[in-house]
């Protein structure tokens, strides 16, 4: 069974996206957050553009999982990844204290007319269940 994914992300990243220029989308963090391990192939996401709508979709074709990051791992994940992740420096020096992440790598990327949704609270990747999905997958199930 397929899960599917809300995933907030700022503008020029989600154009990257959209553009073919970023085929890996990275989340780092500091503790163990809901999604860690729970992102598989063939999972369907749904992006929304930070403080905007929901207009794009991806599946994933492929997830790689990391626990107890260092410094000098985040350093060898940033040289061997960031091609396609496209993050910044700065992005990079950001993460450095974290100690849990995961690559996804996306697959059939499209626009798609965009959905406003009503999401106030400051989760950046959200897996949707039946009960609880801003009504984005009304067409899914």
Not at 25 to 51: H, I, N, Q, Y
Not at 76 to 83: M, S, V, W
Request: a positive charge; glycine letters at 8%.
């Amino acid at each position: 069974m397929k899960n599917y994914h809300l995933v907030i992300l700022k503008k020029p990243y989600l154009d990257a996206i959209l553009s073919g220029r970023k085929p890996i989308e990275s989340r780092f963090t500091k503790t163990r957050r809901p999604a860690f391990g729970r992102v598989f192939g063939g999972d369907k996401l749904f992006f929304k553009e930070s403080g905007g709508p929901v207009c794009a979709t991806a599946t994933v074709a492929e997830v790689k999982n990391f626990e107890n990051l260092t410094p000098e791992k985040i350093i060898e994940l940033k040289h061997q990844y960031n091609r396609d992740i496209g993050g910044s420096d700065e992005h990079w020096q950001n993460k450095m204290d974290s100690r849990f992440g995961f690559l996804v790598w996306l697959k059939d990327v499209r626009a798609i007319e965009p959905v406003r949704i009503h999401k106030k609270d400051w989760r950046a990747w959200v897996i949707l269940t039946k009960e609880k999905n801003f009504g984005l997958l009304k067409n899914q199930l």
